[in-house]
């Protein structure tokens, strides 16, 4: 089985930066895809970033060259780097990750919000 432990968001100015963290434990060997998503008030979840374990990263369109996604292995610990926020960045986000053993696990949750 496998544990997510989020931290980081918050409250960020429009312009400013955050970052999320999100730690795997237990069967974090068996991991091959982290990321995030995130869903906002009344929408669907969405992709923001996905990363595998060979360092391959993928983006959301809405997100590219603002946030970087990273990882590292050793820590079974992926992170969200968020620049240039905008307030159309304020939702959940969802620490991702798809495991062998045991498939996709969800983490709790983070409230990012982006406000003057």
């Known amino acids: 089985q496998v544990q997510l432990v989020e931290s980081g968001g918050g409250l960020g100015q429009p312009g400013g930066s955050l970052r999320l963290s999100c730690a795997a434990s237990g069967s974090a060997f068996s991991i091959n895809v982290m990321g995030w998503y995130r869903q906002a008030p009344g929408e669907a979840r969405e992709l923001v970033a996905l990363?595998?374990?060979?360092?391959?990263?993928n983006y959301a369109d809405s997100v590219k060259r603002r946030f970087t996604i990273s990882r590292d292995n050793a820590k079974s610990t992926v992170y969200l780097q968020m620049n240039r926020l905008k307030p159309e960045d304020t939702a959940v986000y969802y620490c991702y990750v798809n495991s062998r053993l045991t498939g996709v696990i969800w983490g709790q949750g983070t409230q990012v919000t982006v406000s003057s």
């Open positions: 990363t595998t374990t060979d360092g391959t990263t």
